[in-house]
């Protein structure tokens, strides 16, 4: 490894701040004028389509993105900074649609013949270095902001254009297949949901509707202190882990001591195949454990499980994520003044509709390989990123210098 030739960010890049878009005209129903935000920015960096936030006012014209922009955030709201300085590429917009440049988003834009490519420039704002120096220089406590001048301030290492574009293709490549993983897991997810909806939009009207712990047992979480994390261990659940397609995130496990999750999961273990649903704040979302991983349920989480004769994890998990099922939920959640709250008492009670078991049965030998796919492609990207961040730091400290 040698020590590489260094440029100020600054002197390379300008980093522009977006606009302070109107709240008067934030809607929640659909416009043309997607809002771009912090909660678009992955850990670690990239794009997250998520929630949109619409708008219907005046756009000035240099404000509207484009699809190859590099944005970073400038504000995060949370206590670690999490995505705070991590950029972004700017996605195609949906059909009919525009992204705009919000404020507390910088966007970089490359100086005239500044020997920098924009790829390689990605890959510098993703490493750990450049994290601790906007991490560092950050202002805020509960909220955490950056400025065009501190990021600026950093002093990147900038070998050869060549050997720029070299580090950039080896990264790509890693990133491009987890890009490709994701739009599988849309597609795949969206089979299922379909042949979930062909098969099951009309349940049968000459049978009461089936209460959930007539099929299932229901698994509360132990209510105790939690253990401490480890850098080796078991899994031990958090609300983190419930992604919104139904898949469980495993890459950020709390992971607890043997003799812990001894404890923990002689009561609360969490198998293959078992329904996890959250009981507090995103309340009712819902995710399935994976083959080959058990886990024990941390707070605020409660697992359900089918019962012998019922053997139909993947239908369940689609009912119980499906409007109907949601709906039930909401009737069943207790609203707080803080934070609202499913009972685990309440979770037995909801009532799925009753179908013919012929049909469950054909549903669920077609859909459990869609999930299971789904179930390899994450765990698979999962692994391209953690190759990706190990060759990062060589890639970029360790290339030749002119």
Same mark, same amino acid.
């Given at each position: ?20 878009? *109107? ?7 659909? &416009? &043309? ?20 936030? %619409? ?23 949370? @206590? ?33 013949? /500044? ?13 750990? *270095?450049?994290?601790? !120096? ?16 501190? $990021? ?17 293709? #080896? ?5 491009? @297949? #987890? /890009? ?8 795949? *997810? ?28 229901? #698994?509360?979480?132990?209510? /105790?202190? @939690? ?28 992971? $607890? ?54 053997? %139909? ?15 039930? $939920?909401?009737?069943?959640?207790? &609203? ?23 049909? $469950?049965?054909?549903? *669920?030998?077609? /859909? ?6 789904? !179930? ?9 990123? @953690? ?16």
């Amino acid at each position: 490894m040698r020590d590489l030739p260094s440029r100020r960010l600054a002197d390379l890049v300008e980093v522009r701040h977006g606009f302070a878009f *109107e709240g008067r005209y934030f809607r929640d129903e659909s &416009t &043309t004028n997607i809002l771009l935000t912090p909660g678009n920015f992955a850990v670690g960096g990239g794009f997250l389509p998520g929630a949109p936030k %619409y708008y219907d006012g005046p756009v000035p014209a240099d404000f509207v993105l484009a699809e190859g922009d590099l944005l970073v955030t400038m504000t995060d709201l949370s @206590k670690n900074g999490d995505t705070l300085g991590y950029p972004a590429w700017v996605p195609p917009a949906p059909a009919g649609r525009r992204y705009l440049h919000n404020q507390r988003l910088g966007k970089i834009l490359l100086r005239p013949k /500044a020997p920098l490519d924009p790829r390689y420039l990605y890959y510098v704002l993703c490493s750990r *270095e450049y994290r601790h !120096e906007v991490l560092a220089t950050a202002t805020g406590s509960t909220v955490r902001h950056t400025s065009p001048s501190r $990021i600026g301030a950093y002093e990147l290492p900038l070998p050869h254009l060549d050997v720029q574009q070299r580090v950039a293709g #080896i990264l790509g490549a890693l990133d491009d @297949k #987890i /890009a490709l993983n994701r739009r599988t897991n849309e597609t795949l *997810e969206s089979m299922a949901r379909a042949l979930f909806e062909a098969s099951f939009g009309v349940p049968k009207t000459d049978h009461a509707p089936s209460a959930l712990g007539d099929v299932a047992d229901v #698994i509360d979480c132990l209510h /105790a202190k @939690k253990p401490d994390r480890r850098d080796v261990g078991r899994p031990l659940l958090h609300l983190g882990n419930i992604r919104d397609d139904g898949l469980l995130d495993m890459s950020d496990s709390y992971l $607890i001591d043997d003799r812990d999750y001894q404890f923990w999961t002689s009561r609360v273990e969490a198998r293959p195949g078992d329904c996890v649903i959250t009981n507090v704040g995103r309340v009712g979302a819902v995710a399935q454990i994976p083959l080959g991983v058990s886990a024990a349920l941390g707070r605020n989480m409660t697992a359900v499980r089918c019962r012998p004769n019922f053997p %139909y994890p993947t239908f369940l998990l689609e009912a119980l994520r499906s409007d109907a099922m949601r709906a039930e $939920i909401e009737r069943k959640t207790d &609203t707080g003044t803080i934070l609202s709250a499913l009972n685990v008492r309440n979770i037995p009670r909801l009532q799925l509709p009753t179908f013919d078991r012929d049909v $469950i049965e054909r549903y *669920e030998r077609v /859909a459990r390989p869609l999930r299971a796919r789904m !179930e390899v492609a994450l765990a698979e990207s999962h692994s391209l990123r @953690k190759t990706r961040d190990v060759l990062l730091p060589g890639l970029l400290s360790g290339a030749p210098a002119a």
